[in-house]
């Protein structure tokens, strides 16, 4: 199985500010790259990798910025361009920007790299045209290396290595099935009633956070105090980002690990407006801002968390099933009663018709275990029924 090992990279000035020419020279290339496509499209003609890479080597007489950066990377960038294309359509593809988008870019190539261990807390890699740049050793590489990604994130650079852990993928475990929401009140509620959640960002950082984004309103654009605010902002990003990964990871598994079958909430809908209501009855500015903050960094992170279940479900030999969300908030687990006044508020779910009274999200989460449970052909296990028996759970937030 293919896996990814990020590890945080020392580059010497020298390295770093070919670094900078080479995601320089990248972004271009996917720039030019999709301006030729779209040019094509729009006179009913079409464009593809083979002769982009040509027109590409060419190209480099003209352009000596182009010959200086490794040309595995820059096919590279074209063949995502390609791929990018053919997944979203020529001209939802986006370009990118300078200020907005942190270089990155990949040698694909495993032939060309080689790497070593220097000492307990340092290796080393050896790249085209960088050549040897030394990491954080962190943790084993665990596999053999099929290519490499350099990119800078939250201000700093690291590596990322694909690598072939020569692992077989996991015979089914034979676990319970769950299913999980997306809370309202928490980050992740399951049906069997465990609720998990972590601050992504402190109040101190979300007040520190808003501050920085003032100064920044006030600074001239281009000044170098400027640069210097939005450094910081990055960091602090990166931080709550690092943060959210780390979560989304430690979830991932724990729910693969304990459960044979995960079902989830498609990712498309689903109401949120629900949970900007929630907010105005706690307390507080700070506090509302703080939670505000901590919700919509969730709402990018579910993302994350189906796409770390499925890689974590091969793991550990589970399955996922996504269900489309369709009022499994509303729906009464214990009846299959549906109305929307049966939630009561934020946290506490009633229903009108046999009064049973739960967790919101932990019914909600029901409702989804029962609709994978469905989609799946094991409805017979009845999860309608066995939810039933089950006391009402009145577990506070
Ligand atoms: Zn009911």
Redesign the pocket.
């Known amino acids: 199985m293919l896996t990814g090992r990020r590890y945080l990279l020392a580059f010497t000035p020298g390295q770093e500010t070919f670094a900078e020419l080479v995601g320089d020279a990248c972004r271009m290339v996917w720039n030019t790259g999709l301006e030729q496509r779209r040019a094509y499209r729009r006179r009913g003609a079409f464009i593809g990798y083979v002769e982009q890479a040509r027109q590409m080597a060419e190209a480099k007489k003209d352009f000596p910025w182009l010959a200086e950066a490794p040309s595995h990377t820059l096919q590279q960038t074209l063949r995502d361009l390609e791929k990018a294309c053919k997944t979203h359509g020529t001209f939802k593809v986006r370009w990118r920007s300078k200020r907005k988008n942190a270089p990155s870019f990949r040698f694909p190539d495993p032939k060309h790299i080689a790497v070593e261990r220097v000492s307990r807390r340092w290796g080393r890699v050896r790249l085209p045209k960088l050549g040897w740049v030394r990491f954080r050793w962190t943790r084993p590489l665990g596999g053999m290396v099929r290519n490499v990604t350099v990119l800078k994130d939250g201000g700093r650079w690291y590596i990322s290595f694909c690598v072939e852990d020569g692992l077989a993928e996991s015979t089914p475990n034979g676990k319970p099935p769950v299913g999980v929401d997306r809370g309202v009140a928490v980050a992740v509620a399951t049906s069997d009633g465990w609720m998990r959640d972590r601050e992504f960002v402190t109040l101190g950082e979300a007040v520190r956070l808003k501050r920085l984004q003032q100064q920044l309103a006030r600074q001239r654009k281009g000044s170098a105090r400027r640069s210097a605010t939005k450094a910081k902002i990055g960091r602090l990003n990166a931080r709550v980002r690092a943060r959210r990964t780390d979560f989304v990871a430690w979830t991932a598994n724990r729910l693969t690990r304990d459960h044979g079958l995960v079902v989830v909430e498609d990712l498309k809908v689903k109401n949120m407006t629900a949970s900007a209501k929630g907010t105005l009855e706690q307390p507080g500015s700070r506090v509302r801002q703080k939670a505000g903050l901590n919700r919509s960094i969730l709402a990018k992170g579910w993302g994350g968390l189906l796409a770390a279940l499925e890689h974590k479900a091969r793991c550990n030999g589970s399955r996922i099933v996504r269900v489309p969300p369709a009022y499994t908030s509303q729906t ?1 687990a ?4 549906c109305a929307p006044d049966n939630r009561e508020s934020q946290a506490v779910f009633r ?1 009108r ?4 009274q739960a967790n919101a999200d932990v019914n909600a989460a029901k409702n989804i275990l029962a609709a994978g449970l469905a989609v799946t052909g094991r409805g017979d296990l009845a999860a309608g029924r066995s939810a039933k028996r089950q006391p009402p759970e009145t577990e506070a937030v």
């Open positions: 009464c214990a009846c299959g009663h229903c018709a046999c009064g049973h």
